[in-house]
């Protein structure tokens, strides 16, 4: 039997995520309903600027005192679009304390501060559910926390960035540089006026942090994740991966180390193997390789921003904690039980293509070479090509055998100071193999 008193939800934010959340809230109200078994009302819309236009939405509903909305005490569920680490932090965690669970698509504040918003949900007994943080409509988070809560997940390989995708793909199947990529992902509406976030890579560090912390039951922030973007990455890189019968992408890979006693989480570009399930991802899809004991290799598809696909997660996650107010019970919480340290970048073992720039004369590759056995790191296959306008330089490429990414780093401290090491113009690690 369905209740008839509506469960009441509080939107903090109307963008272009929000707008739609309410949106499909309104026309889809009778199937919500009923998946809930209780209508839901949006009873409050907390906005910036409140003289703006927002078609469908009640202008009654229009608040700019968000604190005020989820002060009053008959919110049920407290939606939070609104993005950032203040005053989203406070908002949520003042929602928890005057009875309102929250659903969130917040990565950056998930990352930052998780653990504290975890243990305010705890605290006063109420939900905090986040599937949009992470990968857009792509169900990957209660997965990882509900569905293979009895596993025991070893790695998680992730693209998980929609418009670093984009412009990388871009790269390889047209030929462009970086700026022309980023150019064309401005225009078509996939990358920011300010793209920093994206291509820097600290939005897929953020979500390396949550899914780490889901998947290996640990605490990860996002300062203990490495960083690298791809503003590095050049046509000449493409190129060479294409050699290699690779492709180049943005991953981030979260790992648990053999003896199982840490974990690592890092975001850089990488080559794989075009055989890779994650090499035929293109344009701006993101996609999640799990790979568990008794489970296997999953891959979780589609695509990972934008308005519709986010507020899909968020409704999802909208319906779930709704149903877990009806039965007076909540949902899964923090299972960050193992407390397991997080390995600096130091301790990653992987493979590792090196291009050095050399002078082209006899002897320089047994001087690479010795380098490259001192410091412990042994070579895979080496290429060497005299430049077209010659001037006495060569290119070489060098893929290493599995390495730790501190012995590399030593090797390739010693290769800048030989004399006839002109330059080492790219380091890019070698995944999925």
């Known amino acids: 039997m369905m209740r008839t008193r509506p469960l009441k939800v509080a939107l903090l934010g109307c963008g272009v995520v929000g707008s739609e959340v309410a949106r499909i809230m309104t026309t889809h109200a009778d199937d919500l309903a009923a998946r809930i078994g209780a209508p839901v009302e949006l009873a409050g819309v907390a906005v910036r600027r409140p003289s703006k236009v927002r078609e469908g939405i009640d202008p009654a509903l229009i608040t700019t005192d968000a604190t005020a909305l989820v002060k009053r005490g008959d919110i049920d569920v407290v939606i939070e679009v609104i993005g950032g680490i203040e005053p989203a932090r406070t908002l949520i965690t003042t929602a928890f304390e005057h ?32 599937e949009a943080a992470v990968a857009g409509a792509i169900p990957l988070v209660r997965p990882l ?69 889901i998947a290996f039951h640990t605490r990860v922030r996002i300062g203990d994740v490495h960083r690298e973007g791809i503003t590095e990455v050049t046509a000449a890189d493409i190129a060479s991966a294409r050699r290699m019968g690779c492709t180049v992408k943005l991953l981030a890979i979260c790992e648990r180390a053999a003896d199982g ?58 319906v779930a904690v709704c149903r877990n107010k009806l039965n007076g019970a909540t949902g899964p919480g923090e299972s960050a039980y193992t407390r397991l340290p997080v390995s600096p970048m130091g301790d990653v073992v992987t493979r ?3 291009s050095l720039d050399v002078a082209d004369k006899p002897g320089v590759l047994a001087q690479v070479a010795t380098v490259f056995a001192d410091k412990g790191v042994s070579i895979d296959t080496v290429r060497q090509q005299g430049r077209p306008d010659g001037g006495g330089e060569a290119s070489l490429v060098v893929v290493t055998h599995r390495a730790s990414d501190a012995a590399l780093s030593a090797t390739v401290e010693a290769l800048r100071k030989l004399d006839t090491v002109r330059g080492v113009a790219s380091i890019m690690r070698v995944e999925g193999e």
């Open 352 to 354: 590792y293509h090196i």
């Open 145 to 213: 926390r509900e569905s293979l809560a009895g596993d025991k997940v070893n790695r998680v390989l992730g693209i998980v960035n929609g418009t670093t995708n984009f412009i990388l793909d871009k790269m390889d199947t047209s030929g462009a540089g970086y700026s022309e990529a980023l150019d064309e992902a401005t225009a078509l509406g996939y990358a920011e006026a300010d793209p920093t976030a994206d291509v820097e890579g600290f939005d897929a560090a953020a979500k390396a942090a949550i899914l780490a912390g």
């Open 261 to 318: 006693q840490s974990v690592t989480a890092r975001v850089h570009p990488a080559m794989i193997p075009l055989s890779h399930p994650l090499a035929s991802v293109r344009e701006a899809y993101n996609a999640v390789f799990v790979e568990a004991e008794a489970a296997g290799q999953l891959m979780f598809y589609g695509p990972g921003a934008g308005g519709s696909p986010t507020a899909s997660a968020v409704l999802g996650d909208l």
């Open 99 to 130: 009875g309102a669970s929250v659903v969130s698509a917040n990565k950056a504040l998930l990352a930052e501060d998780g653990a504290a918003l975890h243990a305010a949900a705890e605290q006063h007994g109420r939900d905090l559910y986040y």
